[in-house]
Nanobody, 129 residues
Framework: QVQLVESGGGLVQPGGSLRLSCAASGFTLDYYAIGWFRQAPGKEREGVSC????????YYADSVKGRFTISRDNAKNTVYLQMNSLKPEDTAVYYC??????????????????????WGQGTQVTVSS
């Protein structure tokens, strides 16, 4: 069965850290750029970060730059999102998605609504004291 499964979400205090995982089964992530997106209550889903398969290059939205780090472990068929210095405004459901149309992470592809993405089911991140 082909699927992406996110894990690692939870409740954390402001300033805390979480590491999200995106594990694939039924297909190999090696060939695809992988994106992390998030959707806060009452807001549209937005792109957070992505990583290329070709050279491991990364991109971050301005809102998370310097606080989040994306990485991939092809041997484990998993992509990670390390989130540090979390803020209440980071509260959202976080989704990973495989870009089946390409191997390169670019800001233009890290947008919701484009064809070719295979999505996970999401994991809730809540930042609150």
């Amino acid at each position: 069965q082909v699927q992406l499964v996110e894990s690692g979400g939870g409740l954390v205090q402001p300033g805390g850290s979480l590491r999200l995982s995106c594990a694939a089964s039924g297909f190999t992530l090696d060939y695809y750029a992988i994106g992390w997106f998030r959707q806060a209550p009452g807001k549209e889903r937005e792109g957070v970060s992505c990583i290329s398969s070709s050279d491991g290059s990364t991109y971050y939205a301005d809102s998370v730059k310097g606080r989040f780090t994306i990485s991939r472990d092809n041997a484990k068929n998993t992509v990670y999102l390390q989130m540090n210095s979390l803020k209440p405004e980071d509260t959202a459901v976080y989704y990973c998605a495989a870009d089946l149309l390409g191997s390169s992470c670019t800001p233009s592809r890290l947008r919701v609504g484009l064809p070719g993405y295979y999505w996970g089911q999401g994991t809730q991140v809540t930042v609150s004291s």
